[in-house]
């Protein structure tokens, strides 16, 4: 079992930066794929990035945020961070962590979620 609890949501000007991180319990956080979801009021949770268990080095992101958002993962600490720039207010959302052992890349199916934290950007 695999705990994933995220931080560092908050409120932040357009253009701005912020970096939300995803604390993982567990001694397989390195076997697993890391990713990040998110979801708008009223709409659907969708797909933000997802980088790959170590020892790839494979990231995937949804158009909507390549070049301005980056996933890193530090093993050591079993976190995994996404760092977002030059946010937007269509960024607005609650931003889910998510774990998953699928050996398919990018990944199919995700084990593991967080309970989600909030990011508001002000126009």
């Known amino acids: 079992q695999v705990q994933l609890v995220e931080s560092g949501g908050g409120l932040v000007q357009a253009g701005g930066s912020l970096r939300l991180s995803c604390a993982a319990s567990?001694?397989?956080?390195?076997?697993?794929?890391m990713g990040w979801f998110r979801q708008a009021p009223g709409k659907e949770r969708v797909f933000v990035g997802v980088?790959?268990?170590?020892?790839?080095?494979?990231?995937y992101y949804a158009d909507s945020v390549k070049g301005r958002f980056t996933i890193s993962r530090d093993n050591a600490k079993n976190t995994v961070y996404l760092q977002m720039n030059s946010l937007k207010p269509e960024d607005t959302a609650v931003y889910y962590c998510t774990a998953s052992y699928s050996s398919r890349w990018p990944p199919v199916r995700y084990d593991y979620w967080g309970q989600g934290t909030q990011v508001t950007v002000s126009s």
């Open positions: 567990g001694r397989t956080f390195s076997s697993l794929a």
């Open positions: 980088m790959s268990r170590s020892g790839g080095s494979s990231e």
